[in-house]
């Protein structure tokens, strides 16, 4: 059986081959393939029900997959006939609350993994791994159950980077907390790993934590991986409706396509050659810019009347009609006060992305 | 959740569990019969003998009177300081034991009221105190019971003293927590003094394996987990009239001579001054001693020996008489001063 | 409104201070006894090689029983609850029934198997196979409520499932074990009909002995002080061992349940321990009542006090469940809506109180009913006190956890739209609490179905349940006598017994007090 035992943080890298799970007459995940380059973040994302858990649990060894491989560095640690154990992986685990010790303190929580011959200069060790995710090492003596939720997590995350894994596995590490200590938490917890240059897989199914945390974005869906790739390049150009759906808010207008070209209300919003006839024209809200029509000056783009208007704080929520077909709904920051029966312009920033009509 | 049909049955149940309480403590107090009359209404006994026995006088005394006998049973001694502490607050009518000494206890504490006349005159002197305040109604005979594999009947001892030697150690065995073993003491107390007397106990503390129960002493000497034993007679005699299953592989072996361990204990009745219903009381210490009475002694399950109304003892037993037993006054057995010496040689 | 919720009731305070009051007789008896007695007496009555033999059979028989119960208790409640073992269900539900069979039938049950049983060991084997379940069910409960995700991280952090086990698990399992332990402890320091029949003198069994002789006698109540106070050492002894701690679980955590581990080459070993633990704890009782039962035919049922003994412990069972549940009412509404200083002490003073062997409850209110209060003497009211005061704490623990889980809002709704304090109080909490109470109850229950020793003293005459007829039997060595006996108190407890191991099962607590 092998031993994977680091000493030094040796970031390495995951891949995934073909990996299937079912439980019960269930499939959970479903030839899963996906690599996680050494030293890079990725965050696997979906909704609740999307298999994400599962994944992670394949990856930390405390479930097994049905089929295909899983390799960490230069091991395969799931696979046919080899299925190597959560403790036997050297793979950090961050769980959804963090799962403290009850019954330790904070400092021998993060001590708990230290090996024996490292215990005599345990306490230089623990403020070390304490100020790397920026605790102050007075928490130390500290229970558990005093600290704060996004406290909590980072004591978790320093007990596991103790172990100096060449792999973090974060499960939902930041779901628990308030809004405001969940961004703060996160930048922390971020900044830390990329310090420590320790290959990360993250599993959320908040979208703004998947667009900011990693460097590779991967969509769970129904059991399978539904795109790959890069933030920008998920969020700008979704494969299907529903990721793009799933990464941000979205404006859908009807749209026909015909020589290549994608007209709609908007008038034509891209180039598209391989659809032809009724499709449905994307747009993300930051891409439809709106202004008051002032009489007699043409400001360019499209104009539209306003049916509607709802107060949301930050923003409001505007119904457009454009052509006298209703519809089109779009929020708009809050600073100009428009109201019903106002007429504007629309301009488009960049071109829509397309999808055939469902 | 919870709908109101079964809170009220929950309240019906408790009801009903309420009167079937009520119902059992409304049958102990007794409701005094006609004085100078027949007796009647119901009586309460404290007793002490065996239930079964006791059970058997008292319905037979109920068929004969309709008086209702209500039984709290204990011990000898238990029962006796009961008596004391309760003084006038006691519901009992009668008190019955298995031995003396409890009698000569409440006795001294003046609490019987004196037996009737005709009742004394149903039984012999030497089975009842001269004060007349309460009366014997049975009586049993220590025996020495003995598995003949482990002990043959060369080794058997002579007297009961003689099992404080050392080579009596861890084999012979006895329940002294019960009145029955205490009386016994109490009779070597009587015969031999106190000095003889706490000597014997504290070797009987290293010698003696102690069980609870007579009956449990006999099977463990039948199992032949120890050689010997000192019970009372009838305990063996009623499980040979059965199966024999605890008994059959022992055999009874008597003092006789007057020894301190061929000792006849009297079983003892007596009324309480402030029973509620006197005159029922006095009826049932009276059928007790009297021929049927006695009758359900000599042929009951009990195996214990008549002493009244000129009633023969069981086929089965040895004539009272062929026993040899020392003669000593039973009011004169102290059961306090026995316990005291008991639990002094840390027996108790 | 706001003044009326927080101005304490002082009706409820009235009342729990009532049933607190009543619960600190048997400890005043046990001082006010001590000073009478006078000291030379006193210390000729307990420094004696008498005592000395006890406090050593009985020191013995705790420090020797309560670790091989809490080992035994933790290892089959681990298989059960974390182990594939095939069968591991019908196990957790077998393990529970010991509880069902008292203790003293327990014994009835061994030594109808082995009659040379005798002394210390078999005394520890018949205590153990009786106590083992007052561990192993609170830490099924307990090990159902672990947080996995903390047993999962520390897998991640290189521990090998025992390691985790030894680490992680067993730290957190402190309290249950804690826990059962004491109550072992307790019951091992109280029992008197098991050890009685395999001749095994303990303070218990030696106080008995005494009463036997003497009724209440100073010597027996000298005996009693020194009990008092091995159970005094026992309740201050755990809660020191447990500290400060709680071991809360932090943050919600899913309901995902545990891992359970693969036992392999092992399985073999654990089939034969848990099996080995089933037939001694279950098989060997019910196969001696069996055995006695056939013997015995449809003869030994024609007992005519048969009916007459099951009637009358339905009976004081029902009324002291039912009485008990209402006292036990004040205090714990106390504890849950006016927690403080004062409700602390009296819930407190009821623990210790039911902590005392019942023998010296009864030993007290026997005397102090026929001292002071002769009307109470030998009538069924004073064995329902007693009863109360034993099992009070079965339902305080439960109505507690029933009051803390009703909305605190509900109440004020109802009486926002209306309803009379009284009124809302009655329609909504008592709805809530009724599950609770019914548990605790039940708890009760069993403890009165099951009691022997302080019934023996304190019933009034005539008086004849089953446990008293049970023993009366076997004193006379009549087994077979005794069985249908023993097989109708096994039936009362184990629908009782099923309750417990439900409730093990599900998120509530308190079952941590038998």
């Not at chain 1, 092998?2 to 959970?28: A, C, F, L, Q």
């Not at chain 1, 990856?59 to 395969?76: E, M, N, V, Y």
């Not at chain 1, 799931?78 to 793979?91: S, Y």
């Not at chain 3, 099951?310 to 006292?327: E, K």
Request: with cysteine; net charge positive.
């Amino acid at each position: 059986m092998n031993e994977i035992e680091p000493r030094t943080i040796e970031p390495r890298t995951i891949v995934m081959t073909g990996v299937g799970k079912r439980y019960g007459g269930t499939s959970v995940l479903e030839s899963i393939d996906l690599s996680v380059p050494t030293g890079s973040k990725t965050v696997i994302v979906g909704s609740s029900g999307s298999g994400k858990t599962t994944l992670l649990r394949l990856l930390s060894g405390f479930d097994f997959p049905d089929a295909g491989t899983i390799r960490i560095g230069a091991d395969i640690v799931a696979g046919p006939g080899v299925a190597i154990p959560a403790h036997r992986r050297g793979v950090g685990h961050v769980a959804q609350d963090g799962a403290l010790f009850p019954h330790l303190t904070v400092g021998q929580n993060v001590a708990f993994g230290l090996d024996r011959h490292e215990r005599g200069d345990r306490s230089a060790i623990v403020a070390e791994l304490l100020d790397l995710v920026s605790l102050d090492p007075a928490l130390t003596s500290r229970r558990p159950d005093e600290l704060s939720g996004g406290q909590q997590q980072r004591v978790a995350l320093a007990r596991a980077m103790a172990r100096k894994p060449g792999v973090m596995l974060l499960d939902e590490p930041f779901s628990s907390l308030d809004t405001g200590l969940r961004a703060s938490t996160r930048e922390l917890v971020s900044a830390a790993l990329t310090a420590a240059g320790i290959t990360t897989v993250l599993v959320t199914h908040d979208r703004a934590e998947a667009l900011t945390f990693g460097d590779q974005v991967a969509v769970l869906r129904d059991g399978r991986l539904a795109q790959v790739g890069t933030p920008t390049a998920l969020y700008c150009s979704p494969t299907d409706l529903a990721t793009a759906r799933f990464l941000g808010d979205v404006v859908l207008l009807e749209a026909n396509a015909s020589a290549g070209q994608v007209r709609c209300p908007l008038g034509v919003v891209a180039r598209c050659t391989s659809l032809n006839g009724g499709c449905t024209a994307l747009f993300r809200p930051e891409q439809l810019v709106i202004d008051l029509l002032v009489p007699g000056v043409d400001a360019g783009g499209i104009v539209a009347r306003i049916a509607a208007a709802e107060f949301q704080g930050s923003s409001q929520l505007l119904t457009l009609e454009i052509a006298g077909t209703s519809g089109l709904e779009l929020p708009v920051a809050s600073g100009i006060h428009y109201r019903v029966g106002d007429e504007v312009t629309i301009r488009t920033i960049g071109d829509a992305i397309v999808f055939p009509a469902n | 959740m919870f709908t109101t049909p079964k809170w009220a049955s929950a309240a019906a149940l408790s009801l009903s569990a309420v009167l079937a309480l009520a119902g059992c403590s409304a049958a102990a107090p007794g409701t005094s019969s006609t004085p100078g009359g027949k007796p009647g209404g119901a009586i309460t006994v404290y007793n002490a003998q065996h239930e079964e026995l006791t059970q058997a006088w008292a319905d037979e005394f109920t068929k004969q009177t309709g008086v209702t006998v209500t039984l709290r049973n204990g011990d000898d001694s238990e029962l006796g300081n009961q008596l004391v502490q309760e003084g006038s607050a006691s519901p009992a009518d009668v008190f019955l034991t298995e031995n003396s000494p409890a009698m000569s206890l409440v006795d001294s504490a003046g609490l019987f009221a004196p037996v009737d006349a005709s009742t004394l005159a149903q039984v012999p002197k030497a089975y009842r105190p001269s004060t007349g305040r309460w009366t014997g109604i049975a009586a049993r005979s220590t025996v020495f019971v003995y598995n003949p594999s482990l002990l043959s009947e060369a080794q058997l001892p002579a007297s009961l003293l003689d099992l404080a030697d050392a080579k009596w150690k861890g084999r012979w065995a006895a329940s002294p927590s019960g009145a029955d073993f205490q009386a016994i003491v109490s009779a070597l107390l009587a015969q031999k003094g106190e000095k003889a007397t706490t000597a014997w106990l504290a070797s009987m503390k290293q010698n003696t394996t102690t069980y609870k129960g007579n009956s449990t002493v006999m099977k463990a000497v039948n199992a032949g987990e120890i050689p010997a034993g000192v019970i009372y007679h009838y305990y063996w005699f009623a499980d040979q009239a059965g199966t024999g299953e605890n008994s059959k592989n022992t055999q009874l072996y008597y003092f006789k001579n007057s020894d301190p361990g061929a000792f006849v204990s009297t079983s003892g009745g007596g009324v309480l001054k402030t029973a509620k219903n006197p005159v029922a009381a006095q009826a049932f210490l009276k059928f007790i001693t009297g021929k049927s009475g006695q009758a359900i002694l000599q042929t009951g399950s009990s195996f214990e020996y008549p002493v009244a109304s000129e009633v023969a003892a069981n086929k089965a037993l040895v004539p009272l008489v062929d026993l040899k037993a020392p003669v000593l006054d039973p009011s004169k057995l102290d059961s306090r001063k026995v316990t005291d010496l008991m639990t002094a040689a840390g027996l108790l | 409104m706001t003044r009326l919720r927080n101005r304490t009731p002082g009706a409820i305070i009235a009342m729990a201070t009532g049933v607190s009051l009543l619960g600190l007789v048997p400890l005043g008896y046990v001082v006010v006894t001590a000073i009478a007695t006078g000291a030379p007496a006193l210390s000729a009555l307990v420094f004696r090689p008498r005592v000395a033999e006890l406090l050593a059979n009985t020191a013995a028989l705790v420090l020797i029983t309560v670790p091989l119960c809490a080992l035994v208790g933790v290892a089959a409640a681990w298989l059960v609850e974390r182990t594939r073992l095939a069968g591991g269900r019908a196990f957790a539900i077998l393990l529970v029934v010991p509880l069902a069979i008292p203790a003293f039938v327990n014994s009835y049950g061994w030594v109808s198997a082995v009659p040379s049983l005798n002394g210390l060991w078999s005394g520890v084997l018949v205590a153990g196979l009786s106590y083992f379940p007052l561990v192993y069910l609170p830490t099924v409960a307990a090990l159902r409520r672990l947080d996995p995700a903390v047993e999962e991280s520390a897998r991640s952090l290189g521990l090998s499932p025992f390691g985790v086990f030894l680490r992680v698990v067993l730290p957190q399992l402190r309290l249950p074990i804690l826990g059962g332990s004491l109550i072992i402890g307790l019951h091992l320091l109280s029992e008197y009909g098991a050890f009685a029949m395999i001749r095994f003198d303990t303070f218990t069994t030696a106080i008995v002995d005494q009463f036997r002789s003497t009724f209440n006698g100073p010597a027996a109540n000298a005996l009693a002080g020194v009990l008092v106070l091995c159970c005094l050492f026992l309740l201050v002894g755990e809660s020191g061992a447990r500290g400060g701690a709680r071991y809360a679980r932090i943050g919600s955590g899913s309901a995902r349940p545990a891992g359970r581990s693969r036992l392999g080459l092992w399985s073999p070993v654990a089939y034969l321990f848990l099996g080995v633990l089933v037939a001694l704890s279950v098989a060997v009782p019910f196969a001696s009542v069996a055995r006695w039962l056939v013997s015995g035919g449809f003869a030994a049922w024609s007992d005519r006090y048969l009916l007459t003994a099951l009637g009358q412990t339905i009976g004081y069972g029902l009324v002291g469940a039912v009485v008990t549940c209402l006292l036990a009412f004040p205090i714990a509404f106390l504890a849950v809506r006016f927690p403080g200083r004062v409700a602390r002490v009296l819930e407190s003073i009821n623990y210790v109180t039911s902590s005392l062997p019942g023998l010296v409850t009864a030993l007290a209110f026997v005397t102090v009913a026929i001292r002071l209060v002769p009307a109470l003497y030998q009538t069924a009211s004073l064995v329902i006190v007693v009863y109360l005061l034993m099992f009070l704490p079965r339902a305080i623990v439960n109505l507690r956890s029933g009051l803390a889980q009703v909305p605190p809002g509900l109440e004020e709704a109802a009486r926002s739209l209306g309803r009379h304090p009284l009124v809302a109080f009655s329609t909504v909490t008592l709805k809530f609490v009724m599950p609770s109470a019914l548990a605790g109850s039940s708890l009760v229950f069993l403890g009165i179905v099951t009691e022997l020793t302080s019934t023996l003293l304190l019933a009034p005459n005539g008086t004849r349940t089953l446990a008293i007829q049970f023993w009366s039997r076997v004193n006379d060595v009549d087994y077979v006598g005794a069985a249908p006996y023993a097989s109708l108190m096994i039936l009362l407890s184990l629908p009782v017994t099923y309750l417990l191991f439900a409730r093990s099962r599900s998120e509530r607590a308190a079952v941590n007090s038998l």
